[in-house]
């Protein structure tokens, strides 16, 4: 995966593929009714059928879909490079750009596309993937190597309507993905109905939860925050966060390094990026992990390695998983922020 260091912070672009029927358009209107106060901008291929919610839409102008929220919704035709320009002059400008490629594209063709431009940051690649059909399209002789490529360049899988396949489908389902792409972090989900902070990365204030309320979020998500000192070696350390022996799903923050500078940091399964950031901000990171698969040990382990801990808030954290797993699966952290 891409990784790369930059100085200042641009604005930041999703990539969301899947092939057809895999939910692609059901995760982008859950991500826009739960936008919290972020100016989305959603690049389609071709509007098609609508690919918003009927009750989302404020208007209709020319190949723009105004929706609530002051997010916008634009067809980019076979120019996706002019339309990530167009965006990018919108006033008020959009705070982060969903890019939702074609049943039969492949996202990491889309994301190269982001990465060669000036002002936009690649934030991910999510690939969706249809519990009850993926293997059976993994198996087709005209089919597969779509399937195949599409996944490849993958930050995060989703594994969408695994309520509609029985037990044993859904775990030969995970195993095979987890054979084939090693790599990506592989999230399930019925409806696309996940936290948008999986997606979106986290937000900069600390007033915000992983957790949406839902029983079902706090269940299968965990999150942590904690505050660093000194980081000897920044982009070490940013790598180190991407193992998949960790199993993090997502980390941001700020991070100060031994002469004092202070950088913004995020990963997202393999990838990593760090920027300059010139404000007085704490140095602190969160990190997102799903239940089943982290490790907080082995991450207790990485910023011990890499770091000088101001305020060790893991050690409280993982006294009390071992009181108790159940009500640690249950509930979200007090000083959780998402």
Not at 185 to 193: M, Q, Y
Request: proline share 4%; with cysteine.
């Amino acid at each position: 995966m891409a990784q790369h260091s930059k100085n200042e912070e641009v604005t930041k672009v999703t990539v969301i593929g899947g092939y057809l029927g895999s939910g692609k358009t059901t995760l982008i209107n859950h991500l826009l009714r739960n936008a919290d106060g972020r100016r989305l901008a959603v690049l389609v291929n071709e509007f098609g059928e609508l690919p918003i919610d009927g009750d989302l839409i404020e208007a209709i102008e020319g190949e723009v879909i105004n929706v609530v929220g002051g997010c916008i919704c634009c067809s980019y035709g076979d120019d996706l490079v002019t339309g990530l320009l167009d965006i990018g002059t919108v006033e008020p400008r959009v705070d982060h750009i969903l890019i939702e490629a074609s049943g039969v594209a492949l996202p990491g063709s889309v994301a190269e596309t982001v990465q060669i431009l000036d002002g936009f940051s690649l934030n991910g690649v999510v690939v969706m993937a249809d519990a009850e059909t993926l293997l059976h399209l993994a198996e087709d002789s005209y089919l597969s190597d779509t399937i195949a490529r599409q996944f490849t360049d993958a930050d995060i899988v989703i594994l969408n309507k695994v309520d509609l396949v029985a037990d044993n489908s859904r775990a030969a389902t995970l195993r095979w993905l987890e054979k084939q792409y090693p790599d990506a972090r592989i999230i399930e989900t019925s409806g696309a109905n996940l936290p948008p902070a999986i997606v979106f990365g986290i937000p900069q204030d600390s007033d915000r939860r992983l957790s949406d309320g839902s029983v079902s979020h706090a269940s299968l998500f965990s999150s942590i925050a904690m505050e660093l000192e000194i980081v000897t070696d920044v982009e070490r350390f940013a790598e180190a966060l991407t193992s998949p022996a960790l199993g993090l799903i997502r980390v941001k923050g700020f991070v100060k390094t031994a002469d004092g500078a202070v950088k913004a940091l995020q990963t997202v399964g393999r990838r990593w990026e760090l920027y300059n950031f010139n404000k007085d901000v704490p140095c602190q990171i969160v990190c997102i992990g799903t239940n089943p698969h982290w490790d907080p040990e082995a991450l207790r382990r990485v910023i011990s390695q890499h770091s000088l801990p101001a305020a060790w808030s893991l050690e409280a954290w993982l006294s009390q998983r071992s009181d108790s797993q159940s009500h640690l699966r249950g509930n979200c952290l007090a000083n959780v922020f998402v």
